[in-house]
């Protein structure tokens, strides 16, 4: 009767360990298959990394001392190739340049006004090219005239200056209606009443009244008149001079 409880002891102990012993290697193999998974979806997970990176200018590089990582590394994308600069634009041959209109004709064709009431035109003398002293060129012309006569404005304009000055006396010096030209009333008695620095005069407008001041003869009123082309500074004191005999007859 005992040798066959302790047979049958034997017989349940052996089953028991033979349970155990399956129960272990499943639990192995599971345990195998989810490492396996795992480590599919970490090199999954790298690749995503690297290509979103690559997009950004980095590489996942391991670094020097071998602890992983990423390291800042400039890829394709982030140094472009250099582009090419268009070629130079080359003028074109065409280089006609603007021809401006000859002063004097422009002047001439606006008819100018003679700058001293009750004179003629063929009672003008042209002394542009003389000289005044030993080598002083006049540059402009002499109209004789009793004294006081009224001069005027020869067109629209401006007044740029009244001046006194040695030699010139007492003068005007009027811009024209595009500030290109400048007209010069010297040796003047006076001004006329009223005149002043920036007014809009108007052609024939009395500016002031012919005499003798400055270095005029004294018993030789007269109007001395010029005329300049204005420098690109539109100063009134200087300019190209134009003969205004050429201009008025």
Known sequence: MRKRRSRSSSIVAAALCGFL????????????????????RTGQGSAERTAADDRLGLSNVRDEGGRGGFESRPSA????????KPPPIIPSSDTTPVVEEDPLRELRNR???????????????????????????HEAIDILAPRNTPVLAVEDGIVARLFESKAGGTTVYQFDPTTRYVYYYAHLERYADGLQEGNHVQRGQVLGYVGTSGNAPKETPHL??????????????????????EVLK
């Open 111 to 137: 008819e100018l006004d003679l700058p001293v009431r009750g004179m003629a035109r063929r009672d003008l003398r042209d002394s542009f090219n003389e000289t005044r002293g030993s080598t002083h060129k």
């Open 224 to 245: 001395h008149f010029a005329v300049f082309r204005l420098t690109e500074k539109k100063q009134w004191w200087q300019g190209s001079p134009i003969d205004p005999y």
């Open 77 to 84: 994308l982030a140094n472009p190739p250099p582009v090419a």
């Open 21 to 40: 012993a399956g129960a272990i290697a499943v639990s192995v193999v599971a345990w195998g298959f989810s490492n396996v998974r795992a480590s599919n």
